[in-house]
Structures are given as C-alpha cells and as structure tokens.
C-alpha cells in the first residue's frame, strides 16, 4: 500500500510557465515533507520541505503547499526554467518514533523551451 | 556534489558472486541510510544507522548484508543475488537520526544481477 502518491508520472510545461507538482499522503502521521529532484546518473537532491504546523513554504522560485485537511501538498515552480528537467520525487516522514522517509514514486518534469 | 559518494557506479554480478558497495560521507553526519530504486517504484529504505549502530532494518533479505564500521563509512555487502534485485542502490546520510533532517544522496550504484 503506497501511502505517498504522486499519480502523474510526467508533466510539460512551457519555459517561463508555472509547473506545479502534486503529491498525496494517506498516513495521518507524516508530519514533515519534503521535496528532492533527481537529475539522470545522480542522486536525489533536496529542494524544498514543510512541516505540518505550516501550510506555505517558498525558497526562491520554490514554494510548496501543504492542505491538511486533503492530505495533498504540491510544489510551484515560477517562473520554471530548462535546468528544472529532472525528475521530482515527494516525500513524507512522521515525527512520532518513525524515523523513515517515505517517498513517491516520482514525477517526470520537461520544460519545453 | 552532495559530500556522499558511492563506489562503485556501476556493478554487474552473477547470482553466485560476492560484492560490496561502498558508501562515505564526508558532511560529518551521524546517520546514514540504503536505499533501493527500482523501476517505477518509489525508493524503498533497506537499512539505517546511526552513530555506527543498526537501527533499522526493513523486512531486507539476508543476501544483503550492510556494515558501518564508523559514522562516515557504509557498506553492503552482496552474496547469492537475485536477477530481480537488480536496481539502483542509493546511500543518503544526514545530520541526526529520523526524517526531520533532510537526506544528502550519493549518486547511487547501479546494480545488475544476470
């Protein structure tokens, strides 16, 4: 049973453009999330995280959205550009004891120049 | 450059071999992870130290074998694979135990079993 989600495999999106990645959690635990992208022969990065007790968090171009209620979270990329390719994986962990990062399956993101 | 390197990047074994990957950190961190990618999965945690210790160790089989003889140092040692073990093996360490940190990543080991 996957308890993070990421049920778009691939996303396009035009240079300049707003991206936005989706994410969905099923595990009321996950209290801290966090997005990492991976380019092609390397590993993940980290790139931006939120913590439950807040609903926005931005890092430059970055900013990410957390929706309790809808178990959902989403990252923005504003405006996105062609270094933003790679592939983003969500992740979630809960704080209480369990000190594993759960991760999605991850999101293809082209942007089209 | 994350500070994790892994050797080596590329690794193709037969199902009778022995092998060992290596993972070191050089961020001086007291946790360290293996992970498992394979295709159209999501990452899958095997193990976890921290500060040398085992403590984690999720439902891996017994042909993985990981050893951690100090907080920069990782291994997994490999013996009588499975083709369908074939996957990319990731190393990550971060500064203290748990997911509140975030993980720094190695580049990963691509492992093929035939």
């Known amino acids: 049973d996957q308890q993070v989600k990421q049920n778009s495999p691939s996303l396009s999106v035009q240079e300049g453009r707003i991206s936005i990645l989706n994410c969905d959690y099923t595990n009321s635990m996950f209290d801290y999330f966090l997005w990492y992208k991976k380019y092609p022969a390397e590993g993940p990065t980290f790139l931006i995280s939120i913590s439950s007790i807040k609903d926005k968090n931005e890092d430059g171009r970055f900013t990410v959205f957390l929706n309790k209620s809808a178990k959902h979270l989403s990252l923005h990329i504003v405006p996105s550009q062609p270094g933003d390719s790679a592939v983003y994986f969500c992740a979630a962990s809960a704080s209480g004891g369990n000190e594993k990062l759960t991760f999605g399956t991850g999101t293809r993101l082209t942007i089209i120049p | 450059e994350t500070g994790v390197t892994q050797t080596p990047r590329h690794l193709v074994m037969g199902m009778t071999n022995k092998k060992s990957l290596k993972c070191e950190q050089h961020l001086g961190h007291n946790a360290m992870y293996w992970y498992k990618q394979s295709a159209k999965k999501p990452l899958e945690l095997m193990f976890v130290y921290n500060f040398k210790e085992q403590t984690e160790n999720n439902s891996v089989p017994s042909r993985f074998s990981p050893e951690c003889p100090n907080s920069s140092h990782l291994f997994l040692h490999l013996h009588t694979l499975q083709p369908e073990d074939s996957a990319l093996y990731l190393c990550?360490?971060?500064?203290?135990?748990?997911?509140?940190?975030?993980?720094?990543f190695g580049p990963g080991t691509r492992l093929t079993v035939t």
């Open positions: 990550a360490s971060s500064h203290k135990r748990g997911g509140l940190d975030e993980q720094y």
